[in-house]
């Protein structure tokens, strides 16, 4: 069967009408969409034909239902029913039948599982019960087939997959680990030298130091203030981020390559003092800035935000927006786009163009179909005479020349463009084989004599009935307000 129809080669995949006074041109159906529809509307009925061939039926213009019946019957031929619960061949249809054993079989089962819930309440307590007392176990089985279980060995809790031997671990420290290896942990620092916690197997995690006294510049802190410190695996084992508590910055460092030595502690935002440290070339209140060398000041930021949040002088926008109304544009398609007009020469509504109006008093749009934009003279002297908006034809630098020509044969003594135009006479005189005349003792030959000389531009480059140079076609349009 066919793909679905393509549709129609629109702007927006629909048929529209012309209108001669916009100038906008109606959607335009081409055979090889005509061609399409009918290829489609034959596949379709070919289709149904080959539904009513296999119900053993012939297409009867007169009967509506045909499709319904045929497709009945071939429901009813090719899948036939059962009222057995046991068959799993998707080309049987159940009937009520089997679907009621179906429904009776799953309400025993559910009244069964009820009943075995039942007789265990008393001896192991079911989801959303409360037990009262504690339950000791070494381990608990969590799956009928003993994959996974979980145990729990010196204060730690496990869960294990028994087939691969993978675990993860609650460590008796407050934290997580997967083989061993700490995922999360939250863990009090006292006096620890955090350059020592940079094993991405033990350290990595959540940290704590709740004094300034243990936050002290030799045990490698940022500052000698309590906070809290974040240690993440790195391209070199670890990097630390750590957070002063009544502070506003964020300081980190990374462990260097070799895993010995640390980079300086960097205060990742930067404090009103290091701000006040930059140099004033170094500023920039502008918003349409594109360096990467200079930092935005509180009036760029306040600017960008005014825009973004609509408090911007709009009269900008509004001089813009009439500077470029009636300004032609070289459009790529036919359709005149919403709020535009085409300039085709015709006449608009002052009244409801009033922007366009003052730009064209007198009403009518230049017809620029066709022709090339030429930049006015104002004075210059190169186009002298021209008023705004006044048209111009075609026309070519005027080529003059002479040249005298006795008795020779043109279409040997002429090139480019010019050419032998007639059919030369010639007489029988004395000349040398340059066709010098006059000779003594010269032979007596035919010599010929041209009657006229053509000129033919075409014999060089491309010529047409108008002068131009090479284009390529777009549609003028223009904003209309």
């Not at 039942?118 to 994959?147: E, P």
């Amino acid at each position: 069967m066919k793909d679905l129809l393509t549709k129609i080669d629109s702007e927006d995949g629909l048929f529209h009408n012309g209108n001669p006074a916009t100038g906008t041109v109606g959607t335009r159906v081409n055979d090889v969409w005509l061609n399409d529809v009918q290829a489609s509307l034959r596949d379709v009925g070919g289709e149904l034909n080959y539904l009513l061939s296999k119900a053993n039926m012939r297409p009867v213009p007169s009967d509506t239902t045909q499709v319904y019946k045929a497709i009945k019957a071939v429901i009813g031929a090719e899948r036939p029913l059962y009222s057995g619960v046991d068959n799993n061949d998707e080309g049987v249809v159940a009937t009520a039948k089997a679907v009621k054993a179906a429904y009776d079989h799953a309400t025993t089962g559910i009244n069964n599982a009820a009943t075995a819930q039942t007789t265990a309440d008393g001896k192991v307590s079911k989801t959303g019960d409360t037990m009262t007392g504690s339950l000791t176990a070494t381990s608990f089985i969590i799956s009928s087939h003993s994959g996974a279980m979980l145990s729990a060995s010196n204060s730690d809790v496990y869960l294990k997959n028994n087939t691969s031997g993978k675990f993860f671990q609650i460590k008796n420290d407050d934290w997580v680990a997967y083989e061993n290896n700490p995922l999360l942990q939250q863990r009090k620092l006292s006096g620890e030298n955090l350059n020592d916690l940079s094993d991405a197997n033990k350290h990595v995690g959540f940290w704590g130091q709740s004094t300034n006294s243990n936050a002290t510049l030799a045990l490698n802190y940022p500052v000698t203030k309590a906070g809290s410190l974040m240690v993440l695996r790195s391209a070199y084992n670890v990097q630390q981020v750590y957070f002063p508590f009544d502070e506003n910055v964020i300081y980190k460092r990374n462990l260097k390559s070799g895993y010995k030595t640390w980079s300086p502690w960097v205060n990742l935002i930067p404090t009103a003092a290091t701000l006040n440290a930059i140099t004033n070339d170094k500023k920039s209140s502008a918003v349409n800035s594109s360096s990467e060398d200079t930092v935005a000041t509180s009036a760029a930021v306040k600017q960008a935000y005014d825009l973004a949040n609509g408090k911007a002088d709009k009269s900008d926008f509004s001089i813009l927006h009439d500077l470029i109304v009636g300004i032609p544009f070289p459009y790529p398609l036919s359709t005149v786009p919403s709020g535009c007009l085409a300039m085709n020469g015709q006449k608009f509504n002052t009244s409801t163009y009033p922007i366009l109006a003052k730009k064209y008093p007198n009403g009518v749009l230049p017809d620029l179909r066709g022709e090339f934009i030429r930049g006015w003279d104002n004075g210059r002297g190169v186009d002298s005479g021209r008023a705004l908006l006044s048209s111009q034809g075609d026309a070519v630098r005027n080529i003059t020349g002479a040249f005298k020509i006795t008795d020779v044969y043109a279409n040997d003594f002429c090139s480019g463009v010019f050419y032998g135009l007639s059919k030369p006479k010639s007489e029988r005189v004395r000349t040398d084989e340059n066709y010098h005349i006059d000779t003594l003792n010269a032979p007596l030959v035919d010599y010929p004599h041209a009657e006229k000389i053509g000129i033919d531009a075409s014999r060089i480059v491309p010529t047409a009935e108008e002068n131009r140079p090479r284009n390529i076609a777009f549609h003028y349009i223009c904003l209309a307000a």
